[in-house]
């Protein structure tokens, strides 16, 4: 390769920048339309161009565009081709516009729309939640810290937190995408332009809900991109912890779930293994989402006022972080609506631990007990169930009694299901709460038609 060649590659963005061509096109369209209600181009020119536009779209759609790098980027592109189709009239496109009002525009566009796709897919997602809720509103399993068994939870109340979790994200998108909705043509190069435009008009043609107030800012800020990648970030940061509660589950040590086939890989060489693989490179992909939050704000952070080409580099990262959290969505919607559950082991785990501990505490702190003296108490009484490989089930009345005479024959009904149904406070496990939750959740789902 020359060195001419290596030069000119270097700058060209067409092979991922055409990504943006709906929206250069209809940014044109709507543009070439204003200066002509405004007196700044003629009627019949605005009509050349919006048509030769139409039509340089549908040579995009069918794949018959001829693309060249030697253009750089979309935007020399489709001028040149429009010239092409339409001839002197396209020279009159580019009056009272740059390429740094011009690519801000698409870019926020083109945000705005991914974000509408994004929270459409969240929505799918915190659907196969509930369901997964419904559909098992009364299984039982142990709910952990420090991945040590804690207290026993209704399955159905884990899901609804990652309900919630989603439920924030969907939240976050939409500050970004509020962000985004902001129209910049009008700012020109940097500096504003010297013709009698109308931004409102350009704005609400193009379905922003505001205009940018400051030229400068409106063509070097990519604020609505970090913020699309904030948002991005903590999202795959959810579906990576659900994700390895999804491996955790499906291994053998858990047996809670098992992964559809669709979901799983058998190892090349042990014919026994389903491994997890969709799970655990939905985990892994969250690398890659967090690092593109981190190159853009390291593109950023030394530029000076205002357009610098160095800002070309904020696309990329931004393209594959939506690829990448569109597809771990969709991954994961199937995903939990085919996984199965293995609800006698996940009942045997809560059963066969220590998880009523804290119930045996509660139970004599309702007897008069202050809260600190049943912990110790319960404490020495788990030391010696321990020792002995038994179950608080599985001990005399006249055991308890030996570590305080307030137990009584009620201890011996304290089990799982009891200790669920007594978290009855809004935000608990109960089953009343749960089935509460899970009604708030369908009509959150509806409201917000999915998202
Ligand atoms: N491809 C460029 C970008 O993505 C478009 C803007 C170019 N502007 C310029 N003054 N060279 O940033």
């Known amino acids: 390769m020359g060195l001419k060649e290596v030069s000119s590659d270097y700058t060209v963005s067409i092979h991922y920048d055409r990504r943006l061509y709906r929206q250069d096109v209809e940014g044109s369209t709507v543009h070439a339309r204003m200066l002509a209600k405004q007196g700044i181009i003629e009627g019949s020119e605005a009509d050349a161009i919006v048509n030769g536009l139409a039509q340089v779209r549908s040579e995009i759609e069918r ?43 698409d870019m926020r566009m083109y945000v705005k729309d991914a974000i509408d796709n994004l929270r459409g897919l969240l929505g799918t997602v915190r659907d196969a939640l509930v369901s997964l809720a419904e559909e098992h509103r009364r299984v039982v399993m142990p709910g952990y810290t420090h991945v040590q068994r804690a207290q026993p939870v209704l399955f159905a109340h884990h899901m609804l937190a990652y309900f919630e979790m989603l439920g924030r994200d969907a939240a976050r998108f939409a500050q970004a995408r509020e962000r985004a909705d902001v129209m910049p043509l009008g700012s020109g190069a940097l500096a504003g332009l010297p013709y009698p435009l109308d931004r409102e008009w350009v704005a609400a043609e193009l379905g ?90 390291t593109t950023l952070k030394g530029l000076p006022l205002t357009y610098n080409r160095d800002m070309q580099e904020d696309k990329e990262g931004f393209f594959d972080s939506e690829d990448t ?119 959150e789902l509806e409201v917000g038609n999915g998202v």
């Open 325 to 443: 959290l569109t597809a771990t969505l969709q991954v994961f919607a199937g995903m939990l609506r085919s996984m199965k559950l293995n609800e006698a082991r996940m009942r045997d785990a809560a059963q066969s631990s220590y998880v009523l501990a804290t119930d045996i505490a509660d139970y004599l702190v309702a007897k008069g007990m202050p809260f600190r003296e049943a912990y110790r108490v319960v404490a020495s009484l788990s030391d010696y169930a321990v020792e002995q490989d038994r179950h608080f089930h599985e001990l005399t009345l006249d055991e308890f009694r030996q570590f305080s005479d307030l137990f009584d024959e009620g201890v011996l009904e304290i089990d799982i299901d009891r200790s669920i149904g007594a978290r009855d406070v809004p935000g608990g496990t109960s089953a009343t709460r749960v089935d509460e939750a899970i009604v708030n959740a369908r009509q």
């Open 208 to 297: 922003f809900s505001r205009i940018s107030a400051n030229s400068m800012d409106a063509v070097s800020d990519r604020d609505f991109l970090l913020d699309f990648h904030a948002a991005a970030s903590v999202c795959a940061m959810h579906l990576s912890r659900l994700a390895e509660e999804l491996v955790l589950w499906s291994s053998d040590e858990f047996g809670f779930i098992r992964l559809s086939d669709d979901f799983t890989t058998g190892s090349s060489i042990m014919p026994q293994k389903r491994n997890p693989d969709f799970a655990e490179i939905a985990r892994g992909k969250t690398g890659r989402v967090f690092g593109n939050l981190m190159a853009l704000l």
């Open 63 to 105: 794949d018959e565009f001829p693309w060249r790098p030697e253009l750089e980027d979309v935007h020399m592109n489709i001028e040149r081709r429009l010239h092409e189709l339409i001839g002197e009239p396209a020279l009159r496109l580019h009056t009272a516009r740059s390429r740094n009002d011009q690519v801000a525009l």
